[in-house]
């Protein structure tokens, strides 16, 4: 069986969609790794916030592979998805897009599961909410 790259983007609207900017290169002149990365963690911030309701904590981040570069200039479109819960936690998906300032054409870059923890106003874990209906 092989693991074939999805052709498009997942449905609905992207948590983040922002342009990837000079000062966000490595010095071969490729969009950093580090950056990319928190662009994710921002994106799985928000759906962990929205999730819960509340305050949220990264505190892992499962395996990321590269599978193309993002150039300067690129626009970044971050899709972030809740795919599970736990009592104080939720692991999120995310997936990173890039789109070149010349083409429509959307290309995969990485992916990766976060695992955020719901703090309470003090920093402690708290309880995930129900999922509204």
């Given at each position: 069986?092989?693991?074939?790259?999805?052709?498009?983007?997942?449905?609905?609207?992207?948590?983040i969609r922002t342009i990837a900017m000079p000062g966000?290169?490595?010095?071969?002149?490729?969009?950093?790794?580090?950056?990319?990365?928190?662009?994710?963690?921002?994106?799985?911030?928000?759906?962990?916030?929205?999730?819960?309701?509340?305050?949220?904590a990264t505190v892992a981040v499962e395996a990321m592979?590269?599978?193309?570069?993002?150039?300067?200039?690129?626009?970044?479109?971050?899709?972030?998805?809740?795919?599970?819960?736990?009592?104080?936690?939720?692991?999120?998906?995310?997936?990173?897009?890039?789109?070149?300032?010349?083409?429509?054409?959307?290309?995969?870059?990485?992916?990766?599961?976060?695992?955020?923890?719901?703090?309470?106003?003090?920093?402690?874990?708290?309880?995930?909410?129900?999922?509204?209906?």
């Amino acid at each position: 069986m092989t693991d074939t790259p999805p052709t498009a983007p997942p449905l609905g609207e992207p948590r983040i969609r922002t342009i990837a900017m000079p000062g966000d290169t490595n010095p071969a002149g490729d969009i950093f790794g580090g950056w990319l990365m928190s662009q994710m963690d921002l994106a799985a911030g928000n759906a962990a916030g929205r999730r819960t309701h509340g305050r949220c904590a990264t505190v892992a981040v499962e395996a990321m592979s590269f599978h193309a570069p993002v150039k300067v200039g690129d626009e970044v479109s971050l899709y972030a998805e809740v795919i599970s819960t736990g009592r104080t936690s939720l692991r999120i998906r995310v997936e990173a897009w890039r789109r070149s300032q010349v083409s429509e054409d959307s290309v995969r870059v990485t992916s990766a599961v976060f695992t955020f923890v719901a703090l309470d106003a003090h920093g402690r874990p708290r309880p995930v909410p129900p999922e509204a209906i």
